[in-house]
Every structure is written in C-alpha cells, then in structure tokens.
C-alpha cells in the first residue's frame, strides 16, 4: 500500500501556506505532518565569461534573521514562479534585482530544497551576462521592500567564499559547483 493524504487543513495562508496533513501510511496508521507550501521556484548564477565574473544578491532572509541573527544573506538571484515558466520568471526577476539583462539559460537541474518541510522544488540555471548588459536600477521590487544588493565578484573569490564557508546558501553553493565544474576556466585566478 502506497501512503497517501487524506485531509489537509490550511493552518495559516498568506505569502506562503502552512498545511496540516493527515497520512495514511502503508501499514495503515495514521501521522499529521505539517508542510509549508508556495509552489516552484529558482535559481539562477549569472557570469561573465570574459571578466571571469559572477552576480550574487545581498538581501533580508527573516529566517537567517530569526534562527541566527543573521541580518542579511549572500545568494544567487531566486524567486518564486507563479504564472510564468521558470525561464521567463528568471530573467525578470535578476532584471528586477541585478538590474542585468541575461543571455541564453542553461538549465542544470531541478532539486527539492527542504522535502522534509515545504512544496519547494527549485529550478536550477547558469546564465551568461556581459556589463553591457545592465540597464535599470536594479535593487529588487521598491513595494515589497526587498532592498537587493547586487554584488558582482571574481568567480575565483566567491570559490574561496564558498571553502572558507562565508557562502552558505545551498543553492548558491550548487549553482557555484555545477559552474565550476561546466566552466572551471572561469575560477583561474
């Protein structure tokens, strides 16, 4: 017998949905879980081939903010995808928050990002950009007070943020490796 969900019940609903869910489990006993969900979403790293160079994003997570005290975290772009697909949900969203326009997506993967807890099933992309590429402000959406730094480094030093464990988003941290290794002329120094 296969498990199965035979109730849920929304616990909370707003930015995202917090679910209780009763599980009919293959011997037959009952469990309750609880499960965040908001659906899909990405990543994507950009890089410019020819500076050897990679953007990032510096922003508020409440979470780092709740559990560490972290006021801010250093990331590849992301963002949810709701009516689009992943790639046209890309690119407006590093538009929004690096304020650079990409080139063609290199999709590498898709990867649950907490299957423990929540829906989220994250998207995975490299993206080559240029600095002729840029054009608006950048900083993330003024009405949802995202306040995004961009921070463009040498792909090389984000790899030696990433070993010394100043980078420690998961999805940066994949995104960097499948980068290295598709491209690990971008990580001389």
Wanted: charged residues 30%.
């Amino acid at each position: 017998m296969k498990p199965e969900i035979i109730e849920t019940k929304t616990l909370f609903s707003g930015w995202t949905r917090l679910l209780s869910a009763r599980i009919r489990l293959p011997d037959g006993k009952i469990a309750v879980r609880e499960i965040e969900d908001h659906g899909r979403a990405f990543a994507v790293l950009p890089y410019d081939e020819k500076r050897r160079t990679i953007l990032l994003v510096r922003l508020l997570r409440a979470p780092a903010l709740f559990a560490e005290n972290v006021a801010d975290v250093l990331e590849a772009p992301a963002g949810i995808i709701e009516e689009e697909d992943a790639e046209d949900a890309a690119r407006q969203e590093l538009l929004e928050e690096t304020c650079f326009q990409i080139g063609r997506l290199e999709r590498v993967g898709a990867a649950w990002t907490s299957p423990g807890l929540s829906t989220e099933k994250l998207d995975l992309f490299l993206a080559p950009y240029t600095a002729e590429g840029r054009e608006g402000p950048g900083g993330g959406v003024a009405t949802e007070n995202e306040n995004v730094t961009t921070v463009e480094l040498k792909a090389s030093a984000a790899w030696a943020m990433l070993e010394s464990g100043e980078l420690d988003d998961l999805k940066t941290l994949t995104l960097l490796l499948f980068l290295r290794g598709r491209r690990p002329d971008l990580f001389a120094s």
